[in-house]
Structure formats: structure tokens, C-alpha cells
């Protein structure tokens, strides 16, 4: 029976997700949000700023949503609204777009015309693929692709060097593109629950990432060149096909969170004794001897280790 530990993990994505919204959030918290398009209507196109429009029964894009030029923040999340309007993707100012959970199958080729988007959520859709016109939107800072029907990633991937954020769990997707190594802000990356066979040697060049899931895979190979990754935090491989772990890992000295459950591991590296920030290292379902259990015991002392 598979496991999956993302109670650790959810704090960790959570604080890094904040962060890179930070600036944005605080602008647009002290505007006032709209609840109902219809009470939009009675206000001055020119002073809305918020619209939430959460699970309100929408069926469509509301019409003459474009004249709300200074929209910075819509939520449509949990309507059922399976075809985008082109008029939704008029809106200059828009910074902050929830689409999460509305039932559609594809995103247009205009997205590129939010040209402030920051934060785009498209969680639990019917996606199959993306347009390669998302990767136009040079401002964006956090991307949520979770839980779709996704088969790849748009090669262009790399054009989105604002990126902080990218969690896209829970798809089908195959494999990494190379041009992921140009998302140097990138800090958080959840691609846990795909298909990928093999990590990229350009993603061991993200020297801001914090926090690198790749849990439920079929990942055969960690290379050393995991050691490059020195700012990040939690590191989750669980549920691939490894058979060893580098000896580099240990020079990773901010890691607290590692987690290697469900592979095929027999030793850990000689020099776990280097890694004193570890916290935590979930080595579940592997083949390793109780002599190795001891060892790895022995030299972490002050880490909580679970076999």
C-alpha cells in the first residue's frame, strides 16, 4: 500500500506560497471585494478592484467583465463555467485570477493578454495541456496546475523567470522541460504524483529553490548534482525506484525535511553525520538491514527517523 506524508510538506508549500504573494496581497487587502456581479453593476467600473465571485452559480463569464479595467483580483473558483470568454482575458490590471475547480478542459490562447498576471490558479480542472502563450505572461510569480489531466509542460516553461511558485501534482505529466533550469526565483516545486522517469540536470541549477517534490513518480536517479540545490529545505522523493542516494546529499546543509519512503533502497551515504540540520527522514517500505538502521541511527542523533 502506497504512503504519502504531506502533512509536513503542506506547512513549508503554504509559507513559501505567502511569500511570494506578499506584495500583491497587501496592496489589494485594502480594497473592497464584491460578492455579486450584480452589485458590481451599480458601482463606478472605474472602483472595483476585488470581485469574488466563488461558487455563486455562474454558468459563463460574466458580460462586460473587460470594463473593469481596474480589476486587480477575480475569483470564479467552483461555478461551473467549462468555456473561458475571451472578454475575461481584456482585463490590464489583473494581478490575481482563481479558476480553480470550473470545470474547464482548455485555456486559451489569449491568456497572454492578462499582462500583469501575477497568481493564476487552475487546480482540479479537465486540462490535457496548456497553451504556450502562458509562458507570455512575464509577471507571473505563482502557478497552480494541481489535479488535472496534464501530459507535459510547455517547453517554453523557462520564459516564466518571475516564477515562485509551480505546483502541478497530480497529473500525467512525463517529463521535465530542460528550460526549467531558467526559473532561477523558482523557491517552491511540487510535481509529486506524475510520471516522471528522470530529473533534468538543469534543475539541479535552482539555487533559490526551498522545497522540491517529486514524490509518486518513477524516478530511477538522484544525481549528485542534487547537492547544488544548497538552499533548499525539504526534499521529497518517496515512492519512485531508487536504489541509492548520493554521497553529495550531505552537503546539503540547510535540508531539514527528507523524505525517501517506497523505494529500493539498502544504505544510506557514509556521512550522514554532516547533516545536522536534518529534522526529519522518512525512510519507509525500503530493504534496509537492521545493522544499516543502526548506523543511520547512530549518526543522526537529533533527527527524527522513521523506518
Do not use: W
Not at 17 to 43: C, G, N, P, T, V
Not at 83 to 90: G, H, I, M, T, Y
Amino acid at each position: 500500500m502506497q504512503r504519502f506524508y504531506p502533512f509536513i510538506l503542506t506547512v513549508l508549500v503554504f509559507n513559501l506560497s505567502l511569500s511570494a504573494q506578499d506584495s500583491m496581497l497587501a496592496e489589494l487587502s485594502e480594497r473592497e471585494i464584491i460578492y455579486f456581479f450584480h452589485d458590481a453593476e451599480k458601482q463606478n467600473p472605474q472602483q472595483v478592484y476585488r470581485m469574488n465571485l466563488r461558487q455563486t452559480g455562474l454558468t459563463e463569464v460574466p458580460a462586460g467583465i473587460s470594463k473593469y479595467e481596474n480589476l486587480g483580483e477575480l475569483n470564479l473558483m467552483k461555478n461551473k463555467i467549462p468555456v473561458l470568454d475571451d472578454e475575461l482575458f481584456q482585463l490590464p490590471n489583473l494581478r490575481i485570477l482563481n479558476l480553480r475547480q470550473i470545470g474547464i478542459s482548455e485555456v486559451p490562447d489569449d491568456v497572454d493578454g492578462l499582462v500583469k498576471l501575477e497568481n493564476l490558479k487552475l487546480q482540479k480542472n479537465k486540462l490535457t495541456r496548456l497553451p504556450r502563450e502562458i509562458t507570455n505572461l512575464s509577471n507571473l510569480r505563482s502557478l497552480y496546475l494541481s489535479v488535472n489531466k496534464l501530459e507535459s509542460l510547455p517547453e517554453e516553461l523557462g520564459k516564466l523567470n518571475q516564477l515562485r511558485v509551480l505546483d502541478a501534482d497530480v497529473n500525467k505529466i512525463k517529463s521535465i522541460p530542460t528550460s526549467v533550469g531558467q526559473l532561477q526565483e523558482l523557491k517552491t516545486f511540487n510535481i509529486a504524483k506524475n510520471q516522471i522517469t528522470e530529473i533534468p540536470m538543469e534543475l539541479y541549477t535552482l539555487g533559490n529553490l526551498r522545497d522540491l517534490n517529486l514524490q509518486n513518480n518513477a524516478i530511477e536517479v538522484l544525481h549528485p548534482e542534487v547537492a547544488n540545490l544548497k538552499e533548499l529545505k525539504s526534499l521529497s522523493l518517496g515512492g519512485n525506484q531508487l536504489t541509492s542516494v548520493p554521497e553529495s546529499i550531505t552537503k546539503m546543509k540547510n535540508l531539514e525535511l527528507l523524505i525517501l519512503s517506497q523505494n529500493q533502497l539498502t544504505k544510506m551515504p557514509k556521512k550522514l553525520h554532516k547533516m545536522k540540520n536534518l529534522k526529519t527522514l522518512i525512510l519507509v517500505d525500503n530493504n534496509f538491514s537492521p545493522e544499516e538502521q543502526a548506523r543511520i541511527q547512530k549518526k543522526l542523533k537529533n533527527t527524527d527517523i522513521r523506518f
